[in-house]
């Protein structure tokens, strides 16, 4: 098999934790990873007889869906490179990487302590298999992980002494398998736009794409990137009073910071067409400031329940009407700072923000009071 190019098929065992309950540590110690190996070896021969011609490794991290389901899926990518290093033999041809000294052997491999309160734990498994093999053992996979995945009792007795957990579930599923859940998890939510997008950047990354969000905001996907539209623009083409305008514009902004979090989490970028973005924000200029008019000044338009959900910088213009310059989305709330001091560092003012207590509309949509300053 050494001699061949060896085809990595991803998977993971799956474990669904009882409510309330987290394992004690999300890295496996080194014998704890080579015991576990063990017991999936056998629990996977008795599914794919093939496997045994085949090597199986397995990275002892508890992991969330979403470190692993990120464009490279890197977490794979490390655990074969690692895996493709061990001469044939090593443990029979199964091959653990765990804890030593509290260090895994790859900064990838340890799962990231913000998404470590899910319920469900998944640990990464690569079948590395020769040409000759690797398609037939491709189409078994999906056929009987899916089907017959269940880990056998002895492994989920080791997992749930060992983590300190009780489990509903422990199963295999394919790497398709796990884009199949997440899928469905995500449509059930109401973010099948969002699924769209992070799909074609995690198999057909060279490939843009193109959607709408739930709420009608244009969304695309090219580049390593997610780009939107303009939500300026996007609540310019909605009808209805104004009370009707800002509860929709409100909820498009809501919409769009649950984007950016899942986003941020999946390590796919958000962007803005045609504007500027930064940590946890969005920036759409309109017009540059006029310098015979007074100094800009920056309104926060706010929401009931989300706080600032839109920066507009203004300067007065003819007849005190309001001459817009900027729009900005703070989309997390760490994000409102360094917002106001990004756009009160491009006009040389204070990055102090005037409340609105309201989305302030026009007839043309997003607006500002005139500015005044005391």
């Known amino acids: 098999m050494d001699a061949q190019p060896l085809i990595a098929l991803p998977a993971v065992l799956a474990l669904e934790c009882s409510p309330g309950q987290s394992p004690a540590a999300v890295t496996l110690s080194r014998d704890e990873a080579e015991a576990l190996a063990g017991l999936i070896a056998e629990d996977l021969h008795a599914l794919l007889p093939q496997i045994g011609e085949a090597r199986l490794a397995l990275a002892g991290a508890l992991f969330d869906p979403v470190e692993l389901l990120r464009p490279g899926f890197p977490v794979w990518a490390t655990l074969d490179e690692l895996a493709r290093r061990v001469p044939r033999g090593h443990l029979e041809n199964v091959v653990a990487f765990g804890s030593h000294a509290g260090q895994m052997p790859a900064q990838t491999l340890v799962p990231e302590p913000d998404h470590a309160g899910g319920a469900l734990r998944l640990l990464p498994l690569s079948v590395l298999a020769g040409e000759a093999l690797a398609d037939g053992l491709a189409r078994d996979m999906e056929i009987q992980l899916v089907g017959r995945g269940e880990a056998g009792t002895r492994t989920a007795d080791w997992l749930m002494r060992t983590l300190g957990v009780r489990l509903e579930h422990a199963r295999y599923l394919s790497r398709n398998d796990l884009l199949a859940l997440t ?14 997008l992070l799909e074609a950047a995690l198999l057909t990354p060279d490939q843009p794409e193109h959607t709408l969000s739930a709420r009608g905001l244009p969304l695309r996907y090219a580049e390593g990137a997610v780009h939107a539209g303009s939500p300026a623009a996007w609540l310019a083409a909605q009808a209805g009073d104004s009370a009707e305008r800002a509860h929709a514009f409100a909820g498009m902004v809501f919409e769009l910071r649950q984007y950016a979090a899942l986003l941020e989490a999946h390590r796919l970028p958000l962007r803005l067409d045609q504007g500027d973005a930064g940590a946890g924000w969005l920036l759409e200029t309109l017009a540059a400031a006029d310098p015979a008019l007074a100094p800009p000044v920056l309104f ?7 706080g600032t959900v839109a920066i507009t910088a203004a300067q007065p213009g003819a007849g005190g009407r309001p001459r817009l310059l900027a729009h900005g989305y703070p989309l997390a709330p760490p994000a409102l700072g360094p917002l106001a001091a990004v756009l009160a560092a491009r006009y040389g003012i204070e990055p102090g923000l005037q409340a609105l207590g309201r989305v302030w509309l026009d007839a043309d949509g997003l607006a500002a009071r005139a500015p005044s300053r005391h």
């Open 183 to 196: 899928c469905v998890q995500y449509e059930h939510v109401n973010l099948a736009s969002l699924w769209t």
């Open 300 to 306: 926060a338009h706010e929401a009931p329940g989300l």
